[in-house]
């Protein structure tokens, strides 16, 4: 059963016990209130994992590496486009 049939199968029994509505049941077994307004929990990376975030020089991945260093993870890769220049399929092989 694939993850998406399960879930839907969870809701479905939550609205049968609880007497919720699919919505009602959906969002709690998401994440309640966080669900319901829109946002969901994302699953936290471990603090020692390893992220390459590419383009840390502009606006969105220099935002990205900053919020990164904020939430705690230590191991933030980055590369210039000199060290490792992305549009070049060959170089990027090697």
Same mark, same amino acid.
Request: with cysteine; charged share 35%; proline share 3%.
């Given at each position: 059963?694939?993850?998406?049939?399960?879930?839907?199968?969870?809701?479905?029994?939550?609205?049968?016990?609880?007497?919720? +509505?699919?919505?009602?049941?959906?969002? %709690?077994?998401?994440? &309640?209130? %966080?669900?319901?307004? &829109?946002? *969901?929990?994302?699953?936290?990376?471990?603090?020692?994992?390893?992220?390459?975030?590419?383009?840390?020089?502009?606006? *969105?991945?220099?935002?990205? *590496?900053?919020?990164?260093?904020?939430?705690?993870?230590?191991?933030?890769?980055?590369?210039?486009?000199?060290?490792?220049?992305?549009?070049?399929?060959?170089?990027? +092989?090697?």
């Amino acid at each position: 059963m694939t993850d998406d049939k399960n879930f839907k199968r969870l809701v479905r029994a939550r609205m049968a016990e609880a007497g919720e +509505s699919y919505t009602e049941a959906r969002d %709690a077994l998401r994440g &309640g209130a %966080a669900a319901r307004d &829109g946002e *969901v929990e994302p699953d936290p990376l471990p603090r020692d994992a390893r992220i390459f975030v590419t383009g840390h020089r502009g606006l *969105v991945g220099s935002a990205l *590496v900053r919020r990164l260093q904020a939430e705690g993870c230590r191991r933030i890769l980055t590369a210039t486009r000199d060290q490792l220049d992305l549009r070049d399929q060959a170089a990027v +092989s090697e």
